[in-house]
């Protein structure tokens, strides 16, 4: 059984969706669990003012009956309340009336950065904005409400997540500063998950690899850059003999350079991922850049952003990782109603003896 994702929205268009496959029937949602998750992801120190528009919260519009999943595609739906401003810009139809509200002019000054040039050159686009929606970190909200929802299905098999910031003290010193600079920061996070048994993964394929699988899904999200399984790039300078997490009689270790994860596969310790965020491209002092329509020397888009969304990435990687650690949790202990993934996860533990 595989888990699918699909989804669609641009940043100020009306709405983000997406359609969640594969999970099992009979599992119970928590509406103010998800909630919870999307208010998480608006919190983080140094966002922009768009986060006081914004009142994340998740509509399901199928898959859903009383709170519990039915096994067919669960829909999602996170609105985008800032869509009021920009209803004559980001119109799905050519609109009516005169031009009002927020995206009417055409953006022509691309931001290093940003997916802005690549974007229009790739897509033929005349305005960047067409480029530029789809690309935002907005995306990452229903990204969220499909963790959540992964988090709950983990949770039947005693899998916990855990996102935070690397440095949070520092950070916000830094986010003041770069505030003050008309700047803005990146930074690291890590995403710990409790509870993984021996086996999620595989080594058979690349594709079935854990490691390879998150960091897929980490460098999928905006801005990321970088992503360490454990003790990542430090243990190129290390000696075998110090790098690797020796095993005792009962099967367990004393350490977890691997971040509990051999060969692909989770080996039963804690699993430890780290992505690293550029700093945002969107820059009140902006850089050198080109005006589209002119072909002239120009400086880039300014416009309302974030100093830093560190702390959001740290709930949007939790999320990614929830989301991969159920799919693989789904392959292996498949089941279309929850008691039969529960039943097959705890026949497993038995027979591996796993405590
Ligand atoms: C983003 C630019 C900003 C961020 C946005 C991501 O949007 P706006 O231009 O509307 O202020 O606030 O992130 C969110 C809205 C969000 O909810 O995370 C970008 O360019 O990626």
């Known amino acids: 059984m ?26 119970t949602l928590d509406r103010e669990a998800i909630d919870a998750d999307l208010k998480r992801r608006q919190e983080g120190y140094g966002r922009s003012p768009r986060q006081q528009i914004e009142q994340d919260r998740v509509e399901v519009l199928a898959g859903l009956r009383h709170g519990r999943t039915l096994g067919t595609p669960l829909a999602l739906v996170v609105r985008n309340v800032d869509h009021k401003n920009w209803t004559w810009g980001m119109a799905p139809w050519a609109p009516e009336g005169e031009p009002s509200g927020k995206g009417t002019k055409p953006v022509t000054l691309p931001r290093p950065g940003h997916a802005d040039l690549a974007g229009v050159l790739k897509y033929g686009h005349e305005d960047v904005r067409n480029a530029l929606e789809r690309a935002s970190a ?61 086996g999620l993964g595989s080594y058979a394929t690349k594709d079935d690899r854990l490691d390879a699988r998150l960091a897929f899904a980490l460098m999928g999200i905006q801005a990321v850059k970088g992503v360490e399984v454990g ?57 050198r850049s080109v005006d589209l329509a002119t072909g002239e020397d120009a400086t880039a888009l300014v416009e309302r952003s974030d100093v830093a969304a560190v702390e959001a990435l740290a709930v949007v990687a939790e999320a990614a990782v929830a989301w991969e650690l159920a799919g693989a949790a789904r392959e292996k202990f498949g089941g279309d109603a929850l008691e039969d993934f529960v039943a097959a996860h705890a026949a497993y533990i038995e027979r591996i003896r796993w405590r």
């Open 2 to 27: 595989k888990l699918t994702f699909a989804s669609a929205g641009e940043s100020h268009g009306p709405a983000l969706v997406a359609i969640l496959g594969g999970l099992p029937a009979g599992l």
């Open 231 to 287: 003790d990542g790039f430090a243990l190129a300078s290390l000696r075998g003999s110090q790098a690797h997490d020796e095993i005792r009689s009962d099967r367990r270790r004393d350490t977890n350079r691997a971040g509990g994860i051999e060969a692909g596969i989770s080996n039963g310790e804690q699993i430890v991922v780290r992505a690293a965020m550029k700093p945002l491209p969107t820059l009140m002092k902006p850089l």
């Open 138 to 198: 907005r995306h990452t909200a229903v990204h969220v409400a499909a963790g959540a929802v992964a988090k709950a299905l983990l949770a039947t098999i005693g899998i916990s997540v855990q996102g935070s910031v690397v440095d949070e003290d520092g950070l916000r010193t830094a986010i003041d500063e770069a505030r003050a600079d008309r700047d803005t920061v990146g930074g690291v996070v890590e995403v710990r998950a409790d509870g993984a048994p021996p």
